[in-house]
């Protein structure tokens, strides 16, 4: 049995969510902020067979689609002041999902 943890943006929850529920896998949400762009996303867990995971992943990716690149200003320092600061442009890579995928080595359900 494996679990996978997939990390997704906010934007893509309800279909992410939906599709794996109608390919009967049962999902828990985990609400998280993620780190760079302090976006929310959610961490969803999965428990499945082994032979089933790459099935599970190909569902997450056809929801989430591919990253792409977008450009934020993002502030930075200029000079000594904390109070002199100004903002550059900065090419950020966004949406798709990040999955981990880890070993049970025991399941219980009540």
Not at 26 to 37: C, P, Q
Not at 52 to 66: M, P, W
Request: glycine share 8%; hydrophobic share 40%.
């Amino acid at each position: 049995m494996k679990l996978i943890y997939a990390i997704v943006r906010n934007d893509n929850e309800d279909d992410v969510i939906a599709a794996l529920n109608k390919e009967k896998y049962s999902v828990t949400k985990l609400a998280t902020t993620g780190g760079f762009l302090r976006k929310g996303n959610i961490t969803l867990m999965i428990g499945t067979d082994d032979d089933k995971v790459d099935h599970a992943i190909e569902t997450i990716r056809k929801e989430c689609g591919n990253s792409q690149n977008i450009t934020v200003n993002m502030p930075y320092i200029s000079g000594t002041s904390m109070v002199n600061y100004a903002t550059m442009p900065m090419n950020v890579e966004v949406g798709g999902a990040t999955i981990f995928v880890v070993n049970v080595d025991r399941f219980e359900k009540f």
